[in-house]
């Protein structure tokens, strides 16, 4: 079988409502597999305000808005229509990236007619409780999730820490890597403006300190404000740059008072906006892989990082930044401090940053996804 005889069913939680590093990966995706011939069909929540047009045909599925997140969708399964429309499209593969009512029922109408199934995972879901008071439900989410996960044929995890995790966990026995990669035409060094800094407020030799991502606090957004005030016990000089939106920014600005906010960028205003920074700080333990740590070293910025899944994969400890235990203020401070004070250092750890950046690409890492489903199909005709 070749790439042009895959008929794929796809889900997604969010395909294209929200932007995040998970729908921007599953588009790409999609977009290498409609260019190689296959045919695709993508079975997600929609709304009336997308953040972008969707890679491919996209089928609304039933959902409703997540009480106290209501820009996010939770989908209630497959409807008779969207049935109907899987029947029609009569695909060869099964593709669910997200556990949710929709991913169940996908999952089940696939094995129902021995369909080869393969999940992708694109966040450690059963993290966020925490950050809502309900650490006590995550042996219960990790319960919910084995069981849907050994559903599948196989499972693709985008990290090799994420992989070893998943099997710590007992998710599955078959797992590769799906990686990610950068688009160096947005994410390069050459993009940081000095001008644009000025605009915002950021002096020519003013040390940025740079937040990327949605402001929800399963990014770690606590974390981060207790080493900013941390750094300021130790009279550290440096400045701190907000890149994203979202429900919790009215919060961290109160947390990060004389930071600046710049909002939600996309394309090349955002490669502009990471580039004009000096040093990323990525606090978050939710990551599979951390595209936004990938896109900061693409950057030529040196990382801070916690030493968790994604970003232990990404970021070389002492050559391309830091990895620290996660959730330590004090010892994150320690390790930010002397990109502040060292230029030297700061663009040595961020130039090896960006060399090593140059290793991913998105054709190569999107075949190793097509080389998955065509496995598993001739496993499955075996």
């Not at 709304?47 to 039933?62: H, I, M, R, S, Y």
């Not at 990236?97 to 199934?117: C, F, K, N, Q, Y």
């Amino acid at each position: 079988m070749e790439i042009s005889d895959l008929r794929i069913a796809l889900n997604s939680g969010n395909y294209n409502y929200v932007r995040d590093g998970a729908n921007q990966a599953l588009n790409r995706l999609v977009g290498y597999l409609l260019r190689k011939g296959a045919a695709v069909r993508v079975y997600a929540p929609t709304t009336n305000t997308p953040a972008f047009e969707p890679t491919g045909d996209l089928v609304k599925v039933p959902s409703m808005p997540i009480p106290g997140r209501s820009e996010y969708q939770f989908p209630l399964g497959l409807s008779k229509t969207n049935r109907e429309d899987l029947a029609q499209f009569a695909p060869n593969m099964i593709h669910t990236s997200s556990p949710d009512m929709t991913g169940h029922a996908l999952v089940t109408w696939g094995r129902e007619r021995h369909m080869p199934i393969l999940a992708s995972v694109h966040t450690r879901f059963e993290t966020y409780p925490r950050y809502y008071g309900l650490g006590f439900t995550e042996p219960l989410l990790e319960s919910i999730m084995r069981r849907y996960y050994r559903r599948c044929d196989a499972l693709v995890a985008p990290s090799q820490s994420m992989i070893d995790t998943l099997r710590e966990q007992e998710m599955h026995h078959d797992i590769s890597i799906w990686s990610r990669g950068v688009d160096r035409s947005v994410f390069a060094a050459d993009k940081r403006d000095l001008a644009w800094r000025r605009a915002n407020g950021l002096a020519d030799d003013d040390v940025a300190i740079v937040f990327l991502g949605r402001l929800v606090m399963e990014k770690g957004l606590d974390v981060f404000a207790d080493t900013i005030i941390e750094l300021r016990k130790m009279q550290v000089p440096h400045k701190v740059l907000v890149i994203g939106e979202g429900p919790a920014r009215g919060w961290f600005e109160k947390a990060l008072p004389g930071g600046t906010f710049v909002g939600f960028q996309t394309g090349a205003d955002l490669g502009r906006a990471l580039a004009s920074g000096d040093i990323f700080f990525n606090p978050s333990i939710t990551e599979t892989f951390g595209n936004v740590t990938l896109e900061a070293m693409a950057c030529g910025l040196p990382v801070v990082a916690a030493g968790a899944t994604g970003a232990s994969s990404l970021v070389q400890d002492g050559v391309t930044g830091r990895l620290v235990p996660p959730g330590s203020a004090s010892a994150f401070a320690e390790a930010i401090a002397p990109y502040c004070t060292d230029h030297a250092l700061r663009h040595a750890h961020g130039a090896a940053g960006e060399a090593r950046s140059k290793d991913y690409d998105w054709d190569a890492i999107n075949q190793a996804v097509a080389d998955t489903y065509l496995r598993l199909v001739d496993a499955r005709k075996a």
